[in-house]
């Protein structure tokens, strides 16, 4: 089975500063890869959603992807304390079945 | 549109109990998951169906657990006996289909889950 990685934090960052989430992935044949943001207590919902490599912009998101380096990661610009979640990262096997990392905390400090 | 429901949102049983969780994906959504999401771990897919044929369940602890979704809509987990080490949040996800062939997607929309505790 695909592995995801990601640092589990917490990450740390000032309100308005630029947040970088990383995530890695084992399977070099992976081609599309996800971003879910989970508030405590809540499900998890779809933010990004990037299947080519280089940048995917959203709004205060960006989705950046490497393939060759099995690298994807979750830029946040102007961060706010609303953006304070676990964000995890996934990876889409074959039959729409997702492989979820273990997700990486963020705090955005007023 | 109405999101997929679930319930109960709380549990609390002793271990070797036995339990059960509901779904109700999203009207007219084929493809139907359950994920087990342990504390600090991202969810973890338990099984898979498409309308009311198992697509995957291999990860799912087939001595203790099981689903079924008559009907192709509604779904119910059990477990049967919870050990300590089932406590989690259950969550149910639908999706239209399970895609194209190969590795297209189809966005999965998620309950708000059920938090079991095993005591």
């Known amino acids: 089975q695909k592995e995801v990685e990601q640092n589990s934090g917490p990450l740390s960052v000032p309100e308005g500063a630029i947040a970088s989430l990383n995530c890695t992935y084992s399977?070099?044949?992976?081609?599309?890869f996800f971003w879910y943001r989970q508030y405590s207590g809540k499900s998890p919902e779809l933010i990004m959603f990037?299947?080519?490599?280089g940048d995917k912009e959203d709004g205060r998101f960006t989705a950046q992807l490497n393939k060759a380096s099995q690298y994807v990661s979750l830029l946040i610009r102007d961060s706010q304390p609303s953006d304070s979640a676990t964000y995890l990262c996934?990876?889409?096997?074959?039959?729409?079945?997702?492989?979820f990392g273990a997700g990486t905390i963020l705090r955005v400090k007023s | 549109e109405a999101g997929v429901a679930q319930s109960p949102r709380y549990k609390i049983i002793e271990k070797r109990q036995s339990v059960a969780f509901w779904c109700n994906p999203i009207?007219?959504?084929?493809?139907l998951y359950w994920y087990q999401q342990i504390l600090g771990q991202g969810p973890k897919l338990l099984i898979q169906?498409?309308?009311?044929?198992?697509?995957?369940d291999s990860q799912l602890p087939k001595d203790r657990f099981s689903a079924e979704r008559l009907k192709g809509v509604d779904s119910t987990l059990k477990i049967q006996p919870a050990k300590l080490e089932d406590s989690a949040v259950y969550l149910c996800?639908?999706?239209?289909?399970?895609?194209?062939?190969?590795?297209?997607?189809?966005?999965?929309?998620f309950g708000p889950g059920t938090r079991l505790t095993v005591l």
């Open positions: 996800a639908s999706s239209l289909t399970s895609g194209r062939a190969g590795f297209s997607y189809n966005e999965q929309f």
């Open positions: 399977d070099r044949g992976s081609q599309s």
């Open positions: 990037i299947y080519s490599n």
């Open positions: 996934a990876v889409v096997e074959y039959g729409n079945k997702l492989v």
């Open positions: 009207s007219g959504h084929a493809t």
């Open positions: 169906f498409q309308n009311n044929g198992v697509v995957d």
